[in-house]
């Protein structure tokens, strides 16, 4: 039915559609890199996604998965290997002819162990080089060194780049290519003359002649830009601003639902860092842990840091991520009698409002966040108060993000950290580096030689198997139990799930804003400015 | 004008005051979250409002009144006092001396003190109070912040080596030590006091920035610093002027300073 | 004599520039989270990504040869490339430059014109209300920062520039009054006016002159403060210039961005300096 409606909703909405005229919205920072294999910032990854052609869509409102450059896929060999039916007729943005070559091309330059990227390193399971037969121009058979959990989805982020080109990179399968870069300032794309997807009409999309992405830091600016009509997009905005905006002009104000960014705390359980003992005991106490996340009033948070646009987080995956989300989870109720219940387990005692442990320390311990970002200052700041309440002395420290990286990976020197954390692809398989007790990013305790508990050695366990299994239902159920040590264990505590908030014109058509990103112009290519809007350009 | 000076003495002694007894004087204590009360408009029990968080507005004024009104100046004597030492000496010995301290100046002011701060501020043990973070913070904007102070106190230091009057003292045998105390320091307070009274709310601006990128005070304590980032949301402005407060209160401060000041600054 | 003169002030001015350069560069290599990359915390990297992260800083590790190559590669034009914006410093440096100067020109000429257009009137006439008016109205602008008046320009749909001459006429304003009202109880002054000469010929020829030292002083301290107050501007409001460059610079420890930085600004700062002790050492030898 959901598929029925989109579908008639896209028809509609291209029998209505006009064509023509120029889409304006804010990148944050400049693209570091115009490479499709070698970004990591979120400013790249725009440009990439609104230029590059890939052969497996993800579709954001869906999630499900959809054919692009490939009209049909098969995974073999446990997942190790995938064959690939490509789409004919396909050319680049300079009109080179698209073929399988590219993609064994592409495929080859993403797996040079040289090239470090976040994208290619996602489909590095195992040490070796990738085998590519090209039986034919249309078909191509890509073979990995070992599987590769979750092998389709991550075929989402690899644009595919010409051999065969004068252009390189240049030379694009998007709907747009990017025709001028003023750094600092802005980045132009514009149509691909050659895109190859056409709407119910026959015609060929995009309906859009251009993207223009100015690079803005200031949201405030980027508000009022917008309000003045400067701007039709907003692709996330501030809780704060949102809020403004909803009062001024609420039909702009769209909230999608849940995202998949939530924030949560961490105590250091490092046996080397430089802490006192008494200290390290406290962090290693699943009983410390459950009571601190007991003591947080997590409602509160949502309700005045977030204005109300988000909701308390369950773990590690957020609600909007629908198949992987335990909804058998429910995230830790507020309740500072059972903290105070859970501590006194272990020997914690409240007198005369000051929390002390069986040899008669008060508790008070730092907590570290970054520097600018306002919601984890003023999240700082009430879990400061909540934490009071039960005799809990909290320090926030808060440091530039260099700083606190380095005392977070590299000298451990640090007591609690309350950061962020953004999952980029849907499949837990993204992050394994975080749930392996061996990895770099397990940041509680990163590096270990041997699982230090055993519940951590399950999570190692749960981990792999997953990774192995190829069923998805398989896959569900070992993640499913790994998301319940978590929350037993409260290793991490997890505060809030953000909601996905965006501010979409009236000028702009089509736009159906999703939970994950890019919120807005996921469907860039259908993108269309109202006839209003197309007379103001024209001016 | 000998009227307005009273007033100034009196609305500094005043503030000083209020800000000094904040214990006895404040309804709240700064740092008490009113959640229900969230962003609430002036009332008669929030006299100021509350702001984001539920917290009492004039509370946390007079607070931070009291941290930015003891800790600037002293910062601002600091580094005025080192201005005067280096710059008299360069200005009134002349010569070599005078061109190696115009060099040290000038790298003073170029180099990235940022770097400082952070360095400083990650060597501060964790459990370093709020407190004892913001009075690290302003000592050594004291010590790096004389650089511009030093260049003015140079200039007239040098002028007035070459004036009328001490020429006149060092042909009547008076030289050394005694001149400089009798003849040239009183030449050069006026300039001194200026750049004393400048430096005050350019350090509490000073504060301010630094807060922006994590190196101000840190919560709950609240300091004219913090209070003034507020005010980069314009629109919030607008819709309560109550956040304006904190910037009236300096600028009274600070007229009331100058105000106070002898009238004559220059050097004859 | 004069060659050997000029050579001295030469190489001094070198000296400084480079030691500048050196403290600099030292600052930002012992600082916190040096050898750090943001991309650190991003999941999908394995091991040997995380390890070729770490071995690009090597080259920086060792401060006095990284020093040593930076100078010798300078000395052909080569600033080095910024790490964190992946291009070289020199081209991001002259594309910068232009956007700050115009920042600070126009802040500085804004701010002494303001300044001293408040500051003639108020010695000229003596209107005590006026006087009053004109503190009052410095003593606002004293208070408020810099970025704080750039955003409410914006806001106001006002020229953003003149955020940085908002700032500055408090200063000059208030010095140049004073100067100016000590400048006409000076005996020559007295004198002059004594001697029935017109009130344009005795500011033009006593005044003037007399009170020309000590605001050159002051503009040269003004240049400083411009690019000071011109860095939050920058940062706040998007202007793609050198403040901009140095904060970004800061935040990522792009260390050659940063050296080159110094330089630049220690050879700025060195020159303006100069010029306005040339300026001040000129007035006074015709005074004399």
């Known amino acids: 039915m959901k598929r029925l409606l989109t579908v008639f909703g896209i028809t509609a909405a291209s029998l209505l559609a006009q064509w023509g005229g120029e889409l304006r919205f804010c990148l944050r920072s400049d693209p570091k890199t115009f490479n499709p294999l070698l970004v990591e910032d979120e400013a790249s990854e725009t440009v990439r996604y609104l230029t590059g052609g890939v052969l497996i869509r993800v579709n954001r409102l869906t999630q499900e998965l959809e054919p692009e450059l490939a009209t049909s896929w098969k995974i073999s060999?446990?997942?190790?290997?995938?064959?690939?039916?490509?789409?004919?007729?396909?050319?680049?943005?300079?009109?080179?002819?698209?073929?399988?070559?590219?993609?064994?091309?592409?495929?080859?330059?993403?797996?040079?162990?040289?090239?470090?990227?976040?994208?290619?390193?996602?489909?590095?399971?195992?040490?070796?080089?990738?085998?590519?037969?090209?039986?034919?121009?249309?078909?191509?058979?890509?073979?990995?060194?070992?599987?590769?959990?979750?092998?389709?989805?991550?075929?989402?982020?690899?644009?595919?780049?010409?051999?065969?080109?004068?252009?390189?990179?240049?030379?694009?399968?998007?709907?747009?290519?990017?025709?001028?870069?003023?750094?600092?300032?802005?980045?132009?794309?514009?149509?691909?003359?050659?895109?190859?997807?056409?709407?119910?009409?026959?015609?060929?999309?995009?309906?859009?002649?251009?993207?223009?992405?100015?690079?803005?830091?200031?949201?405030?600016?980027?508000?009022?830009?917008?309000?003045?009509?400067?701007?039709?997009?907003?692709?996330?905005?501030?809780?704060?601003?949102?809020?403004?905006?909803?009062?001024?002009?609420?039909?702009?104000?769209?909230?999608?639902?849940?995202?998949?960014?939530?924030?949560?705390?961490?105590?250091?359980?490092?046996?080397?860092?430089?802490?006192?003992?008494?200290?390290?005991?406290?962090?290693?106490?699943?009983?410390?842990?459950?009571?601190?996340?007991?003591?947080?009033?997590?409602?509160?948070?949502?309700?005045?840091?977030?204005?109300?646009?988000?909701?308390?987080?369950?773990?590690?995956?957020?609600?909007?991520?629908?198949?992987?989300?335990?909804?058998?989870?429910?995230?830790?109720?507020?309740?500072?009698?059972?903290?105070?219940?859970?501590?006194?387990?272990?020997?914690?005692?409240?007198?005369?409002?000051?929390?002390?442990?069986?040899?008669?320390?008060?508790?008070?311990?730092?907590?570290?966040?970054?520097?600018?970002?306002?919601?984890?200052?003023?999240?700082?700041?009430?879990?400061?108060?909540?934490?009071?309440?039960?005799?809990?002395?909290?320090?926030?420290?808060?440091l530039d993000f260099r700083s606190l990286i380095e005392r977070i990976s590299q000298s451990s020197h640090y007591e609690a950290c309350l950061l962020g954390l953004t999952n980029y692809d849907l499949d837990p398989s993204s992050q394994m580096n975080v749930w392996l007790s061996s990895a770099e990013n397990h940041q509680w305790y990163p590096n270990q030689k041997k699982p230090a508990t055993p519940w951590e050695a399950e999570i190692d366990r749960l981990m792999q198997a997953q990774a192995a299994a190829v069923v998805p239902a398989k896959r569900k159920a070992y993640f499913d139990q790994v998301q319940e040590i978590v929350s037993d264990q409260a290793p991490f505590l997890y505060l809030v799930t953000k909601d996905s908030l965006s501010a979409v014109s009236p000028a702009v058509q089509n736009v159906q804003p999703a939970m994950i990103r890019p919120q807005t112009y996921w469907n860039a290519e259908r993108l269309a400015l109202a006839p209003a809007q197309l007379a103001r350009n024209a001016r | 004008m000998k009227r307005a000076r009273n007033i100034a003495a009196g609305v500094l002694i005043l503030i000083f005051a209020a800000s000094l007894l904040a214990g006895f004087v404040a309804p709240a204590p700064y740092a008490a979250q009113f959640r229900d009360l969230v962003s609430a408009p002036a009332s008669r029990r929030f006299w100021l409002g509350t702001d984001e968080l539920g917290r009492d507005r004039w509370s946390r004024l007079l607070y931070g009144t009291r941290i930015s009104l003891l800790l600037a100046p002293a910062a601002a004597m600091l580094a005025t006092f080192l201005a005067v030492v280096i710059g008299g000496v360069a200005g009134y010995a002349g010569g070599w001396c005078d061109r190696v301290i115009r060099r040290v100046i000038d790298l003073f002011l170029s180099l990235p003190w940022l770097f400082l701060f952070l360095i400083v501020r990650s060597l501060l043990p964790l459990d370093a109070t709020p407190l004892t973070s913001v009075i690290v913070t302003f000592t050594i904007m004291g010590l790096v912040g004389w650089a511009p102070a030093a260049r003015i106190i140079r200039a007239g230091a040098q002028s007035l080596r070459n004036s009328d009057l001490v020429l006149h003292a060092r042909a009547c045998g008076c030289h050394g030590l005694r001149l400089v105390l009798v003849h040239i320091a009183p030449g050069l307070k006026p300039v001194i006091f200026a750049q004393f009274w400048i430096a005050i709310p350019t350090f509490i601006l000073g504060e301010a920035s630094l807060g922006l990128i994590g190196l101000g005070v840190a919560e709950p304590l609240p300091s004219w610093g913090n209070l003034l980032r507020e005010l980069a949301n314009p629109q919030s402005v607008m819709s309560n002027p109550w956040i304006l407060a904190p910037l009236a209160v300096l600028v009274i401060v600070v007229s009331c300073f100058q105000l106070l000041l002898p009238e004559r600054e220059f050097v004859s | 004599m004069r060659i050997r003169h000029i050579a001295r002030h030469l190489g001094a001015f070198l000296l400084t520039t480079l030691i500048a350069g050196l403290l600099g560069a030292t600052l930002v290599r012992f600082g916190p989270g040096f050898e750090t990359d943001e991309q650190q915390l991003d999941p999908r990297l394995n091991i040997q990504s995380l390890q070729a992260l770490r071995e690009s800083h090597a080259s920086e590790r060792r401060l006095p040869a990284f020093y040593a190559h930076y100078l010798v590669r300078m000395a052909t034009g080569d600033f080095g490339v910024s790490r964190s914006l992946d291009r070289p410093v020199g081209e991001l440096l002259s594309e910068r430059a232009p956007v700050t100067l115009r920042l600070m020109g126009a802040g500085i000429a804004g701010g002494w014109l303001l300044g001293l257009a408040l500051a003639l009137p108020a010695v000229w006439f003596r209107a005590p209300l006026f006087d009053l008016a004109s503190t009052a109205l410095s003593g606002v602008f004293l208070c408020v920062p810099s970025a704080v008046l750039a955003l409410v320009l914006f806001f106001a749909n006002g020229p953003v520039r003149f955020a940085i001459a908002l700032l500055i006429f408090p200063k000059v304003f208030r010095y140049a009054r004073n100067l100016l009202a000590n400048a006409y109880t000076q005996p020559h002054v007295l004198a002059a006016r004594a001697r029935g000469l017109s009130a344009r010929s005795v500011f033009l020829r006593h005044v003037a002159p007399w009170a020309a030292p000590q605001l050159l002083a002051l503009a040269g301290v003004s240049l400083g403060v411009a690019f000071g107050a011109a860095i939050p501007i920058e940062v706040l409001c998007d202007f793609p210039g050198l403040g901009q460059l140095a904060w970004k610079a800061a935040l990522a420890r792009d260390l050659p961005v940063l050296v080159g930085l110094t330089i630049l600004i220690a050879a700025f700062t060195q020159l303006t300096n100069a010029a306005s002790d040339l300026a001040i050492a000129a007035c006074t030898r015709e005074q004399a």
Request: hydrophobic share 40%.
């Open chain 1, 77 to 398: 060999q446990q997942g190790r290997a995938i064959t690939f039916q490509l789409r004919r007729g396909v050319s680049f943005s300079d009109g080179t002819p698209f073929t399988a070559d590219d993609v064994a091309y592409t495929m080859h330059a993403l797996m040079d162990p040289a090239l470090h990227s976040p994208t290619g390193d996602s489909f590095r399971s195992a040490p070796g080089d990738v085998q590519t037969t090209v039986p034919a121009p249309d078909r191509i058979t890509i073979v990995f060194p070992a599987p590769v959990a979750g092998l389709d989805r991550l075929f989402d982020q690899v644009a595919i780049l010409s051999s065969r080109s004068p252009k390189k990179e240049a030379a694009t399968l998007g709907p747009f290519v990017v025709s001028r870069y003023t750094p600092g300032t802005e980045v132009v794309l514009e149509r691909n003359p050659q895109y190859w997807k056409t709407d119910a009409g026959g015609r060929r999309l995009p309906y859009l002649d251009a993207i223009h992405l100015d690079i803005q830091q200031n949201r405030e600016i980027e508000l009022v830009r917008f309000l003045r009509g400067e701007l039709q997009l907003i692709n996330t905005i501030d809780p704060e601003m949102f809020s403004r905006l909803s009062k001024q002009e609420p039909a702009m104000a769209r909230d999608a639902g849940p995202s998949l960014e939530s924030e949560m705390i961490w105590f250091n359980q490092n046996p080397s860092a430089p802490l006192p003992d008494y200290e390290k005991s406290w962090f290693r106490s699943q009983n410390f842990r459950r009571a601190i996340s007991a003591a947080i009033n997590r409602a509160d948070i949502c309700r005045i840091v977030y204005y109300g646009h988000a909701q308390p987080a369950v773990g590690p995956v957020s609600p909007a991520n629908r198949f992987w989300f335990n909804a058998a989870l429910k995230s830790h109720p507020f309740d500072p009698k059972d903290a105070l219940a859970r501590l006194a387990r272990d020997g914690f005692e409240l007198n005369n409002g000051v929390l002390r442990d069986h040899d008669g320390h008060a508790v008070e311990f730092s907590l570290i966040t970054n520097s600018g970002n306002k919601a984890r200052e003023q999240m700082a700041a009430m879990i400061q108060q909540d934490l009071a309440a039960i005799g809990i002395k909290l320090n926030i420290v808060t």
